[in-house]
């Protein structure tokens, strides 16, 4: 488990032992040391105080990348312990991570002048980090093309989106894509303003006439919103 709660922790220790399998919590073993913040500038992980892998980087960014690394490396320990890994091959493969697995959507710039930066985060823990990390980006206007899946209730994740963006509200070309109008008048009603446009594409072209140079557009809500840009 990368994360966990006080108030579900039990539930999945108690899952756990119905099942005769076994937890582990892995920001209690593991430290990922990034004096900068940024993976991408180097970082050492520690496992229970020791150091477990040595000087590397990772070509991926993100606000969320140091919480995942702590995730992967436990999950890398505990399959150390039944595979020998070299640990040396791992961080020489971590700074070509991007590149060698086609990483894609996480925190991907895709123009500049203005900025366009896409995450596929969907969820509200995802999105909450997500747009709390946008507002500090320097920007003097901010335009978010959004859509959404169908099938979730999206009160509480509008409720994360900031009232003083520019929305542009567009529906993915897939079955489960959320009415761009529906969602406009769901966003509408809590104080968030923009026009619904008739697909992904139309919606980030509307939002570029819009931007100047020293504006940011963010795309996201949905994977399948962010796969329709790249």
């Known amino acids: 488990m990368g994360e966990y709660q006080a108030e579900t922790l039990p539930v999945f220790q108690q899952t756990a032992l119905e099942t005769g399998s076994k937890v582990y919590l892995a920001p209690d073993h593991v430290q990922v040391l990034c004096p900068s913040g940024h993976p991408d500038e180097g970082f050492t992980v520690h496992l229970d105080d020791k150091l477990w892998l040595p000087q590397t980087s990772l070509d991926v960014r993100g606000p969320y990348q140091l919480k995942n690394l702590t995730t992967a490396c436990m999950a890398l320990h505990l399959i150390s312990t039944q595979f020998p890994l070299k640990m040396e091959a791992i961080a020489e493969f971590l700074p070509s991570f991007s590149a060698a697995t086609n990483y894609m ?3 991907q710039i895709l123009a500049k002048n203005p900025m366009i930066l896409c995450d ?3 969820n509200e823990g995802g999105l909450k980090v997500v ?3 946008i507002l500090e980006i320097p920007h003097q206007k901010l335009h978010i093309v959004a859509g959404f899946v169908n099938d979730k209730d999206i009160t509480d994740i509008l409720n994360i989106f900031p009232k003083e963006a520019q929305y542009y ?3 993915a070309r897939i079955p489960r894509g959320l ?3 529906s969602l ?3 966003a509408t009603a809590i104080g968030l ?4 446009y008739s697909s992904v594409k139309h919606a980030l072209r509307a939002a570029q006439k819009s931007a100047s140079a020293e504006d940011l557009i963010f795309v996201g809500g949905s994977i399948f919103v962010v796969a329709e840009v790249l």
């Open 120 to 122: 596929s985060a969907h």
């Open 184 to 186: 406009l008048a769901n």
């Open 131 to 133: 747009i709390k990390t």
């Open 169 to 171: 509200f567009a529906k």
């Open 193 to 196: 303003h923009g026009k619904a």
């Open 105 to 107: 959507g996480r925190w």
């Open 179 to 181: 009415d761009a109008k």
